[in-house]
């Protein structure tokens, strides 16, 4: 019996028990797949149930023609299935593949893999991980669209496909039905933001606990790219950033952040960014954003009191805030996260 079927059957079981419908992802392992990116859909999603230990999600890893690929490690990956679990699944992740090099100068996929990414349904989230990027854009389904990929390739991947906008200081890309992580470890980032927009924080951060990461980690790609090593003198502003979090509801300036760290304004700005990836000011109220989506989810706090909380000052600023980074006012972020209402 094919995977598929498993988890169909699977899924009447628990339907009949009460327990919400399975969301399904697919997981296409291409020739020269790195196996820790190929295991992190498997390893993060497969750790997220409901309140009564329910899983939530069934993965599978499937490959273009249902054959065995080589993996870059030098093993050979079993598939469970083959381009049909693409077709059932509501969610496709692409990891990278090690083995396309024609992809890195924008030229076709193979034939099965064309023919089996035509065969997903309309409407299917569709995910890569790292320069997996590369078969979603070889696809055509980039154009037009921001993405990520790893930062030491965007100059190549801008070259190849320019009609992706392209955005190499972050560690992913929502869409919406189309997402994109950059490299290696910034897709277990990506899916945890995931199970976040599915399930709300308590889910994702679950999820971490159980996989020793961080429910998010702070700045972007940035803070990655290959640049200069700051001398070992010059102090950091790691111990300002967890005094900031524990005064997030106070107004905090940059002078004081400046003066907390004992460093001028300049030197603050200029070490803050090479070590994070943004602005004090950005970095601090992308804080102010994850605390206050915590309190709307998790409490039944005023919006202004969730706003003073956060360090917004007032319900208007925070709802500015939230409709400019998520499109959504505090109050309809509250509806569609709050336990009772949280998506299955």
């Given amino acids: 019996m094919s995977e598929t079927r498993c988890a169909t059957l699977a899924d009447e079981r628990d339907q009949a ?13 291409l020739p020269g797949v790195p196996p820790f990116e190929l295991g992190i859909p498997s390893r993060v999603f497969g750790s997220v149930e409901d309140a009564e230990g329910h899983p939530l999600y069934d993965v599978t ?24 679990a693409l ?25 099965e893999v064309t023919a089996a990414i035509a065969g ?16 979603l854009a070889a696809a055509g389904l980039l154009d037009g669209r921001p993405a990520t990929t790893h930062w030491n390739l965007a100059p190549e991947f801008r070259r190849a496909y320019p009609k992706v906008k392209v955005d190499e200081e972050v560690l992913f890309v929502d869409d919406g039905d189309v997402l994109t992580s950059a490299g290696v470890a910034a897709g277990v980032d990506l899916c945890l933001h995931m199970i976040r927009r599915d399930h709300g924080a308590a889910a994702a951060n679950r999820a971490a606990r159980m996989c020793v990461v961080p429910p998010w980690r702070d700045g972007g790609q940035a803070q990655y790219i290959d640049r200069p090593v700051p001398e070992p003198t ?17 107004p905090l300036s940059l002078a004081q952040l400046a003066e907390h760290a004992r460093m001028s304004l300049r030197s603050f700005t200029r070490r803050f960014r090479d070590e ?11 804080q102010r954003l994850e605390l206050a989506k915590q309190l709307l989810e998790t409490t039944d706090l005023p919006i202004d009191l969730v706003a003073h909380r956060a360090g917004f000052g007032s319900a208007n600023s925070l709802r500015a805030h939230m409709r400019t980074t998520f499109g959504v006012s505090p109050a309809a972020y509250r509806r ?9």
């Fill in 276 to 286: 994070v990836g943004m602005t004090p000011v950005q970095w601090l109220t992308a």
């Fill in 234 to 250: 010059v102090a950091g502003t790691s111990a300002t950033r967890a005094w900031a979090l524990e005064h997030l509801g106070e």
């Fill in 17 to 29: 028990a009460g327990a919400p419908r399975r969301h399904r992802i697919a997981v296409l392992a």
């Fill in 336 to 344: 569609t996260f709050s336990p009772s209402d949280r998506p299955r």
């Fill in 61 to 84: 890893v499937c490959t273009a023609d249902g054959a065995p690929v080589l993996s870059d490690a030098g093993f050979t990956v079993q598939p469970a299935a083959g381009p049909e």
């Fill in 87 to 111: 077709a059932a699944a509501d969610t496709v992740i692409v990891p990278p593949t090690h083995a396309m090099p024609e992809l890195g100068r924008g030229g076709p996929l193979p034939p």
């Fill in 120 to 135: 997903i349904r309309p409407g299917t989230r569709l995910v890569s991980i790292c320069s997996g990027s590369y078969v």
